[in-house]
């Protein structure tokens, strides 16, 4: 465990996973120290060091787990295939380790790389961030306080208009390589899901390529996966980039009462344009949610987004205070477990139309 001292942290990947959703935090948090990112794209070395003035830039992950006695912790923030093998070598290398989604590309991957953390007894946890959303957070509290009544029905979106398909590598990464909306935006959507209602008894997908004109093998960009919770909720869980009109972001369907958001957390689009996570109002949600049934209804303020919650949770679990890390990556298991069945039911990829 990490005993005095900032944690001393090294980024691997600086695309948009490192650069929005990890550097900053990082840099802004006292108890971490960025020490170094990993890249070997010229461009990015140079954001690099004009965001983070004084971080070394390496331009491969050996370099750092080479000189492993230097970080306490790394970050992998690469394309999905790599992922489980760069945390398995941190892990070997007595790095405690953070794996962006998704965790890997199969739930054997995922439980394998538990027990190695396990037998190394080094923290692994998982950026599963959108657990900090702001009208996740206030959605959680009015399930959790009992506002809804008992839940039978969740619907959760993730919708875009990107009529022109993935960008970069993201467009030719099939699934077998943790390709798709499914494994993208999907961990996202089902670890809310289970985390609100438990485990997932049943399964039903429709894993669908749209997009015309990309390259053979290309993975799903239009899903829609339901589950069937053991406490008898349904989850019904949209994803596509081909949306032109994107509906509620959730519609919660309880015998008390529903609630309907719009929109997205504002902190993605925030960290995209420049802003820190210390600015004045970041994270604050701009559209209240709408809860209540028939017509009496009322407006609800939603709490703020936090995804700098992660980093000092993880700080404290790294200082062997007994406080468990963020995300349990058995969780992120369980995940991927669903992600495998969906696919399984569209004959182990999307079907294109």
């Not at 492993?68 to 405690?96: C, K, Y």
């Not at 037998?119 to 399930?143: H, I, K, P, S, Y």
């Not at 869980?237 to 972001?249: E, H, K, Q």
Request: charged letters at 25%.
């Amino acid at each position: 465990m990490v005993s005095s001292g900032p944690v001393r942290t090294a980024v691997v990947g600086f695309g948009v996973s490192g650069r929005v959703f990890h550097a900053p935090f990082l840099a802004c948090d006292p108890a971490y120290s960025l020490d170094a990112v990993v890249t070997a794209d010229p461009e990015r070395a140079a954001t690099a060091r004009s965001a983070h003035p004084g971080v070394e830039v390496l331009p491969h992950a050996e370099d750092v787990l080479a000189r492993a006695a230097d970080f306490d912790l790394v970050v992998v923030g690469t394309p999905p295939r790599t992922h489980a093998e760069l945390a398995s070598r941190a892990l070997d290398a007595g790095l405690h380790v953070v794996v962006d989604k998704p965790f890997a590309v199969s739930s054997a991957q995922g439980t394998a790389l538990v027990e190695r953390a396990r037998e190394a007894g080094r923290v692994l946890t998982v950026f599963q961030n959108r657990r900090w959303d702001g009208d996740f957070r206030t959605l959680r509290g009015l399930v959790e306080r009992g506002e809804l009544g008992r839940v039978h029905t969740f619907e959760s979106r993730f919708e875009s208009w990107k009529p022109g398909g993935p960008r970069s590598w993201k467009a030719a990464t099939p699934v077998a390589d943790g390709g798709g909306i499914l494994f993208d935006l999907g961990s996202h959507l089902i670890d809310q899901a289970m985390q609100l209602f438990g485990p997932v008894e049943d399964v039903w997908a429709d894993v669908t390529r749209r997009t015309p004109g990309l390259p053979d093998g290309a993975a799903d960009d239009d899903t829609l996966v339901v589950l069937r919770h053991r406490d008898g909720t349904r989850s019904r869980l949209s994803m596509s980039s081909l949306a032109a009109l994107p509906g509620p972001r959730f519609h919660v369907l309880g015998d008390r009462a529903a609630y309907t958001t719009w929109g997205l957390d504002p902190q993605e689009a925030a960290l995209r344009a420049g802003a820190l996570p210390t600015d004045d109002g970041f994270g604050l949600d701009r559209e209240p949610g709408l809860l209540g049934a028939g017509d009496d209804t009322r407006r609800v303020p939603g709490e703020r987004g936090d995804y700098g919650a992660f980093y000092r949770q993880l700080a404290h679990a790294l200082t062997g205070d007994g406080t468990p890390p963020p995300v349990d990556p058995r969780d992120a298991v369980a995940v991927l477990a669903v992600i495998e069945r969906a696919h399984a039911l569209s004959a182990g990829g999307a079907a294109q139309t």
